[in-house]
């Protein structure tokens, strides 16, 4: 969310440096990150997304809560001797 607000201007969607020319910024949730679509650029819409690595820490994340959940299901259970 702090990089939406840091990047919500259109001057922070310039095409290339020193070009002049802006688009319209945006938000992408999936790659999460700050989109720009700049329209009939030489005749077609360009839109600029946020790489897919923006993907990875949220996939070890996940991947790192499951491995835990199942270390927890697979733990052997301490046997009771009958008394």
């Known amino acids: ?13 310039e095409l290339g440096d020193g070009s002049s020319i802006y688009g319209e910024p945006g938000w992408s949730w999936v790659p999460l990150g700050h989109t720009c679509t700049w329209e009939n650029v030489g005749g ?29 299901v697979s733990k052997p259970q301490p046997h009771r001797s009958p008394g």
């Not at 360009?46 to 199942?70: A, C, K, Q, R």
């Open 1 to 13: 969310m702090a990089e939406r607000l840091v990047y919500s201007g259109s001057l922070s969607c």
């Open 44 to 72: 077609v819409t360009v839109v600029d997304e946020p790489s897919m690595m923006t993907l990875v820490p949220l996939l070890v994340l996940f991947l790192w809560g499951i491995s835990l959940m199942l270390a927890r």
